[in-house]
């Protein structure tokens, strides 16, 4: 074990690898409205509190999408299932698409935030965006989740663990 007793703590690399020891549910995050839509892949997606309803996703502030989501004050979180790693390659800006070009897979649909909702989600969470926290490269976005939208049958989920996007299968999965 590596030890680091200075205040600058463990190297950056050093963080990266570990967490690549983390397996993490895979959601397309996304924004905006039909004509001004982006979004992108994100393990960072998690619940807050459950009264109220609130999730929050570490969005960089890099990234192409990061400009619409103040501009829209919304955001919507699709977690996707076993057989969506094109789309999650799509939105994890593999190919170049950006923008709308990342909606040309699947099918969308518009919450009542008007967030884009991924017709055959796992599960696709359209939330008002609450507050917005800069740390760093990233911000934390604190949604409150204004409708939930679940798929009736069980497609299973997808989870990204050691660098590589691992379906997962349940003895319900169709
Ligand atoms: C498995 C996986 C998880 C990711 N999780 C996050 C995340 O939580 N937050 C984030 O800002 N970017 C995350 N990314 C990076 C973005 O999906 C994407 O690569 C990047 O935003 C693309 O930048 P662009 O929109 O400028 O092309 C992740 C990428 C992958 C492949």
């Known amino acids: 074990m590596v ?3 200075d205040e600058t703590g463990a190297g ?4 990266r690898s570990a967490m690549r020891h983390f397996a993490g549910n895979v959601s397309v995050i996304t924004v905006g409205t039909p004509g001004n839509r982006s979004g992108l ?3 960072s ?3 807050l509190s459950v009264d109220p309803p609130l999730i929050i996703v570490c969005i960089n502030r890099d990234s192409s999408s990061w400009p619409l989501f103040a501009r829209f004050g919304h955001f919507a979180v699709n977690a996707l299932t076993a057989s969506h790693q094109e789309i999650a390659d799509r939105f994890a800006g593999r190919g170049g698409h950006r923008g709308e070009a990342r909606f040309e897979l699947g ?11 991924l017709d055959d989600a796992a599960v696709a969470l359209d939330c008002r965006l609450e ?3 800069d740390r760093a490269t990233h911000s934390i976005l604190i ?3 204004m409708q939930v939208r679940v798929r009736e049958e069980d497609a299973g989920g997808l989870v990204y663990w050691r660098g590589t996007y691992r379906p997962l299968l349940s003895e319900n999965t169709g």
Request: charged share 15%; with cysteine.
């Open 3 to 5: 030890q680091h007793p």
């Open 12 to 15: 950056s690399e050093e963080f």
């Open 41 to 43: 892949v994100a393990t």
């Open 45 to 47: 997606a998690v619940s």
């Open 107 to 117: 099918q969308w649909l518009q919450g009542q935030t008007g967030a884009p909702l």
């Open 131 to 133: 507050e917005c926290i």
């Open 143 to 145: 949604g409150r989740v």
